[in-house]
């Protein structure tokens, strides 16, 4: 495609990550197709679990724009995929952007799914789809974490549409439509209650977390949640969810990376080592 068909039509672009185990390291593999592609892979930790940070070049989304991201991970293997930056989401003409994730995981993998944030700008409209599939012993520990426009610079998300989709097929199901001419729900206290930022936090396991592992899971988020408006469930036997809502991104990321490591070495009996790029 044309630079200038490009501008038409919106980007297409498509990722696809595969990893495989390998006596004690895990392999990585990813193909590419437009501007979506892994800025590095690391292996802070050792061998046995490859860091991707992966990168969109043009720096934003907007309408049109059709992003994929494809994950596969095989039996044992063990991946971090991040981000250096947010993904944001533009004003759009009129057409619609997406980006959508599809996760499987094989039998016994792990997988840390901990992109930075998505913005949506005033006027955006736009879908974000992560659908994730566990074959049995397989783990993850997943985030999303959407600002709705950009208070700091005095933007606010009066304009637009933001669809939010997370999906692990007949177990879990999260799906909301955020319209920036909705006051009811942007505003009142039984909505967002004008907080302009909403995480949640996952840990996922098939074909279930043992109740004392969930428990533990559970207490663990809790006891850093301090006074901060957020709620910890386990609504199946194979999944615990952290919900926060705030004001700004940065006291969410906080709250979310030390549950992250916490569950990290409560599930795994592994040190909550920070992704480098997320000190750069």
Same mark, same amino acid.
């Given at each position: 495609m044309t630079g200038?068909?490009? =501008?038409?039509?919106?980007?297409?672009?498509?990722l696809s990550l595969h990893y495989r185990r390998d006596g004690l390291r895990t392999l990585a593999h990813d193909r590419h197709e437009g501007p979506l592609r892994v800025l590095r892979r690391? $292996?802070?930790?050792?061998?046995?679990?490859?860091?991707? /940070?992966? /990168?969109?070049?043009?720096g934003g989304i907007v309408g049109g724009d059709r992003? =994929? /991201?494809d994950v596969r991970l095989d039996e #044992?293997?063990?991946?971090? !995929?991040?981000?250096?930056?947010?993904?944001?989401? $533009?004003?759009?003409?009129g057409a619609e952007a997406s980006q959508r994730v599809r996760m499987s995981l094989g039998a016994g993998s792990r997988?840390?799914?901990?992109?930075?944030?998505?913005? /949506?700008?005033?006027?955006? !409209?736009?879908?974000?789809?992560?659908?994730?599939?566990?074959?049995a012993g397989a783990e993850a520990i997943g985030w999303d974490v959407l600002a709705l426009g950009a208070p700091a610079a005095g933007e606010r998300f009066d304009a637009g549409r933001f669809i939010q989709h997370i999906e692990w097929p007949g177990r879990?199901?999260?799906? #909301?439509? !955020? &319209?920036?001419? &909705?006051?009811?729900?942007?505003?009142?206290?039984?909505?967002?209650?004008g907080h302009t930022t909403l995480a949640t936090l996952w840990f996922a396991a098939a074909p279930a977390i043992e109740s004392s592992r969930r428990e533990v899971l559970v207490d663990a988020a809790r006891a850093l949640v301090g006074d901060a408006q957020a709620g910890v469930t386990a609504p199946e036997p194979g999944l615990v969810v952290l919900r926060v809502l705030v004001d700004r991104v940065e006291p969410a990321m906080t709250l979310l990376r030390a549950v992250r490591a916490a569950w990290r070495l409560a599930a795994w009996g592994l040190e909550g080592v920070a992704p480098r790029v997320w000190s750069t």
């Open positions: 200038a068909a490009a =501008a038409r039509e919106g980007w297409r672009a498509q690391l $292996y802070p930790e050792g061998p046995g679990i490859c860091h991707h /940070v992966i /990168v969109h070049p043009p992003l =994929a /991201v #044992g293997s063990h991946a971090l !995929i991040t981000t250096p930056g947010a993904t944001r989401f $533009y004003r759009s003409a997988l840390e799914w901990l992109p930075l944030e998505t913005i /949506v700008h005033r006027g955006c !409209i736009a879908e974000s789809h992560l659908t994730m599939t566990f074959e879990w199901l999260e799906r #909301g439509r !955020i &319209d920036g001419g &909705d006051a009811l729900l942007l505003q009142s206290p039984l909505g967002l209650g």
